[in-house]
Structures are given as C-alpha cells and as structure tokens.
C-alpha cells in the first residue's frame, strides 16, 4: 500500500493551482456584486454565508501551502501562503509553526499550539447538542476562531490596511450591502464555519492517549453542493490528512479506497451521519499503516 499511496503524493501544478486560486478571489467579487445588486437584508446574510466558504477555502489553501501540497513547487506555495494570510489577518510563519505541532502533538493541549487557545472548547470531550447550542447562542465561537491581530506582525498591518481600503471604498461607492456582505462573512460565518469544521475534525477525539488513527475522523459528504458548502477543498477526510499531511486535497478520494484494505481503517465511521461522532474508541488502538505525520 506504501508504494500506491507514495504515487498519489504529487500535487498540481502551478498553473492549475493559479486557476484555482483565480476563481476563489473572482468569486468574492462577484457574491460582494451580487449583494449590492439585490439590495435586501436577506440575500446580504446569504451572500455573507457564501462568501465566507469561499474564505474557507482560501485558508484552508494556506493550509495546503503550509504542507507543500497545494501546488509542486514550493517556492509558489510560499508566496501563495504568504499573499492569502494578508485578506485572512493571520501570519504565515506562525501558522506554520502553529499547524506542525498540532500534526506532531494531536491531542496534548500543552504542546499543540494550535488547539491551546481552543482549550476551554473541550474538543476532548463527547460532542453533545448542548454543549454545541451554547457556544453557538454565546457567540463562543466567535471568540475563539476571530485571529488574534496584532500590529506588530507585518502581514496583520496589511491586512487591516488592506480591509480599511475597501471598506473606506465601498462607503464612499455608497455600497453598504456590499460592506455588510464582507463585515458578516469575516466577523461571523467564518468563525463559525472553522467552529464547526474542527467539531467534525477532532471532537470527542482530542485525546493524547489515542492511537493517531483515533484522534481524527473523515466527514465524507456526497452530495456535491453540500460538501462545496462545508469542505470547499474536498477536505472532508481529516483523518487521511493525518495520516499523510504531505496528500494533495484531490487525491483524498482515491487514498480513501486504498485505505479501506486496511481492517482497521476499514471498520471505523467515514460517512457523514451523526453516528459518526459515536465512532469514539470501540476496538483496540492499533497503528494503521502510514500513521505518523
């Protein structure tokens, strides 16, 4: 399986990963367009929502930049990490470091500095409907998920410098729908989204005592508009990420089917149900093949 799953490791190229990206940024464009064309109080909360997925899809292509995966030369997925974290206030040489203790560190909230600040979202503990419901009716998941600015980071500065521009634009344009699309999508949905992402992704799971194949779950979801909705870059397999951080995001499909030889792989909950967030430890850890990072 070693040697199958070693060809799936080569990421697009740079011309495909331009394209992609291209869409991303044209698609905010279009869904700001399309809210001030609508003029109502309603579809700027849609265009809001739809514009925050296509922000999650530019972070988590930071994410992808971040292992080297998103295109085939590393040097472009730098500069794409290092250009995308300016719209997303975070800053990309921390994201780094941040995001390769989590993968080293999964389940030890000393050390992943990644889930440190989420702590008090007891991701280690049984997910349940009221647990959920409080933080989304408290606004928690506001409080954890917004990036932390600070000024003295160059890509934060810009960042602002760069949200003060448009927004100051879009003001003196007289286009507030547009305004409002943007503040609700960055202040908001897309908190909540990476919020509920990270439930599906460990929740219940958090735990240093598991074995790494139990300590992150796929969320696989068929249905095409659902899944572009809640994984814009087909990142419904968390738990094949941790086992190869390296995998390129289109070929997750694939090194699904080859994991599912595997008994161990095989017999856990992949599909999108709630029964998957039952799926916490029924059978005796054992290493799959591949599971370290």
């Given at each position: 399986?070693?040697?199958?799953?070693?060809?799936?490791?080569?990421?697009?190229?740079?011309m495909?990963?331009?394209?992609f990206?291209?869409?991303?940024?044209?698609?905010?464009?279009?869904?700001?367009?399309?809210?001030?064309?609508?003029?109502?109080?309603?579809?700027?909360?849609?265009?809001?929502?739809?514009?925050?997925?296509?922000?999650?899809?530019?972070?988590?292509?930071?994410?992808?930049?971040?292992?080297?995966?998103?295109?085939?030369?590393?040097?472009?997925?730098?500069?794409?990490?290092?250009?995308?974290c300016?719209?997303?206030?975070?800053?990309?040489?921390?994201?780094?470091?941040?995001?390769?203790?989590?993968?080293?560190?999964l389940?030890?909230?000393?050390?992943?500095?990644?889930?440190?600040?989420?702590?008090?979202?007891?991701?280690?503990?049984?997910?349940t409907?009221?647990?959920?419901?409080?933080d989304?009716?408290?606004?928690?998941?506001?409080?954890?998920?917004?990036?932390?600015?600070?000024?003295?980071?160059?890509?934060?500065?810009?960042?602002?410098?760069?949200y003060?521009?448009?927004?100051?634009?879009?003001?003196i344009a007289?286009?507030?729908?547009?305004?409002?699309?943007?503040?609700?999508?960055?202040?908001?949905?897309?908190?909540?989204?990476?919020?509920?992402?990270?439930?599906?992704?460990?929740?219940?799971l958090?735990?240093?005592?598991?074995?790494?194949?139990?300590?992150?779950?796929?969320?696989?979801?068929h249905?095409?508009?659902?899944?572009?909705?809640?994984?814009?870059?087909?990142?419904?397999?968390?738990?094949i990420?941790?086992?190869?951080?390296?995998?390129?995001?289109?070929?997750?499909?694939?090194?699904?089917?080859l994991?599912?030889?595997?008994?161990?792989?095989?017999?856990?909950?992949?599909?999108?149900?709630?029964?998957?967030?039952?799926?916490?430890v029924?059978?005796?850890?054992?290493h799959?093949?591949?599971?370290?990072?």
């Amino acid at each position: 399986m070693t040697l199958r799953m070693k060809h799936l490791c080569t990421p697009q190229s740079m011309m495909k990963g331009s394209l992609f990206l291209a869409a991303y940024l044209i698609s905010i464009v279009v869904l700001l367009a399309l809210a001030q064309a609508t003029h109502h109080s309603f579809t700027t909360v849609v265009f809001a929502a739809l514009t925050a997925v296509t922000l999650k899809g530019l972070n988590n292509i930071v994410h992808e930049c971040s292992h080297n995966s998103f295109s085939d030369s590393h040097s472009y997925n730098d500069r794409v990490g290092k250009l995308l974290c300016i719209p997303l206030l975070i800053n990309f040489v921390a994201y780094k470091k941040e995001h390769r203790s989590h993968h080293m560190h999964l389940g030890n909230y000393a050390l992943d500095d990644d889930f440190k600040l989420r702590q008090n979202l007891d991701h280690n503990r049984p997910i349940t409907w009221s647990r959920a419901l409080h933080d989304l009716i408290m606004l928690r998941f506001v409080w954890f998920y917004f990036p932390r600015i600070s000024m003295k980071k160059p890509s934060h500065s810009f960042g602002l410098a760069f949200y003060v521009g448009i927004g100051a634009a879009l003001y003196i344009a007289e286009m507030n729908y547009a305004m409002w699309t943007l503040i609700l999508a960055h202040a908001a949905f897309l908190p909540l989204l990476r919020y509920l992402i990270d439930i599906v992704d460990h929740g219940g799971l958090y735990a240093i005592e598991l074995d790494e194949i139990y300590k992150s779950r796929n969320f696989i979801i068929h249905n095409p508009v659902l899944r572009t909705l809640f994984f814009p870059r087909n990142d419904c397999y968390h738990l094949i990420h941790h086992l190869y951080p390296y995998l390129p995001v289109h070929c997750f499909g694939k090194a699904h089917e080859l994991l599912m030889e595997d008994p161990v792989y095989a017999q856990l909950l992949h599909h999108a149900s709630l029964k998957t967030f039952g799926n916490r430890v029924m059978i005796e850890p054992k290493h799959v093949e591949g599971s370290k990072p």
